[in-house]
């Protein structure tokens, strides 16, 4: 099984919401800060929300402008992205990201979001 796989993308109108689930195997989640990532065709991969690995620190970039909020339950090896108030330009493949302190660093494949007007 990949170590992170994502759900929970899909087709919506836009002023929807959707959540995002990653579920990460094979290696101690609990201790890897754990990101959200999305990449529209043509443009480069960017940063989504960040939450530390204990989940008390989060950062968000600043086109979410306070719709997503990120979480993670350690004890089920998840991570979430709770997505409200969805914007055609939110349409994007979304990646789940874990890094540790050492390096180490984990993709999963991608989920589709697809905001219509």
């Known amino acids: 099984q990949a170590p992170l796989v994502e759900s929970g993308g899909g087709l919506v109108q836009a002023g929807g919401s959707l959540r995002l689930s990653c579920v990460a195997s094979g290696f101690p989640f609990s201790y890897y800060t754990g990101s959200w990532y999305r990449r529209v065709p043509g443009k480069e991969r960017e940063l989504v929300a960040a939450i530390s690995s204990g989940g008390g620190s989060t950062r968000y970039a600043d086109f979410v402008e306070g719709r997503f909020t990120i979480s993670r339950n350690n004890a089920e090896n998840t991570m979430y992205l709770q997505m409200n108030s969805l914007k055609p330009d939110d349409t994007a493949v979304y990646y789940c990201?874990?890094?540790?302190?050492?390096?180490?660093?984990?993709w999963g494949r991608g989920t589709q979001v697809t905001v219509s007007s």
């Open positions: 990201f874990a890094s540790s302190e050492d390096a180490a660093t984990y």
